[in-house]
C-alpha cells in the first residue's frame, strides 16, 4: 500500500481509506471502465447511447465505446485475472467484473444492433469485445487503438449478419 500511495502521489492513509487491496482494486476498475469518478452509472452515460443513426455510425460508436474502455481497463483486467489465480476474494471479483461486463457488452451490442442477441451470439460478442482481445492486439500484435476499433466495428456486423434498415 506504501508503494501505491508513492505512485499515486498521495498518504498511506489516502490509500487505507479505501480499504483493503481487493477494494482499492475494485474502485480503480470502476473508475477505469467510466473513465471518472463520478456518480454516474455505465448505461446513464451520454456516449453509452449507441442507439441512433445508421449502421455504420451505430458500430463505429459501439465500437469506440468499448476500445475508449478497453485502453483504460485491459491492463488492470490482466491484473485481476493473474491475481485471481491465487487469491479467492480476488478470484470473486473476476467473476463479478467477468459477468457484470457480459452484461454490458450484450446490452450495448443489442442496442446498436435494434434487437435482442440470440445466446449464441451474446457469447460469440465476447470474442470480440473483451480487454484480451484488446490487449492481444494493441499490445502483442501492434495493432493501434484505431485499428482495433475499425475491426471491432466491421467485426460485429458480420457477426451479427446486420444490415442498414
Not at 451470439?121 to 502483442?140: G, I, K, M, P
Request: charged share 25%.
Amino acid at each position: 500500500m506504501r508503494d501505491i500511495a508513492r505512485a499515486a502521489g498521495c498518504s498511506v492513509e489516502t490509500v487505507y481509506s479505501v480499504g483493503n487491496k481487493v477494494l482499492l482494486l475494485k474502485t480503480v476498475l470502476d473508475i477505469a471502465v467510466v473513465g471518472d469518478d463520478a456518480a454516474v452509472s455505465l448505461d446513464d452515460r451520454p456516449w453509452f447511447d449507441v442507439g441512433e443513426g445508421g449502421l455504420a455510425v451505430r458500430a463505429a460508436t459501439m465500437a469506440e465505446v468499448f476500445a475508449s474502455i478497453y485502453r483504460r481497463t485491459a491492463d488492470l483486467r490482466r491484473i485481476l485475472d493473474i491475481a485471481a489465480q491465487t487469491n479467492s476474494e480476488l478470484a470473486a471479483l473476476d467473476a463479478k467484473c467477468r459477468s457484470d461486463e457480459r452484461i454490458s457488452r450484450t446490452a450495448l451490442v443489442a442496442a446498436a444492433a435494434r434487437r435482442p442477441l440470440t445466446d449464441l451470439e451474446a457469447d460469440a460478442v465476447q470474442a470480440v469485445f473483451s480487454n484480451e482481445v484488446y490487449r492481444l492486439f494493441t499490445t502483442v500484435t501492434g495493432w493501434s487503438h484505431e485499428q482495433y476499433r475499425g475491426w471491432a466495428a466491421d467485426a460485429i456486423v458480420r457477426l451479427l449478419e446486420l444490415h442498414e434498415e
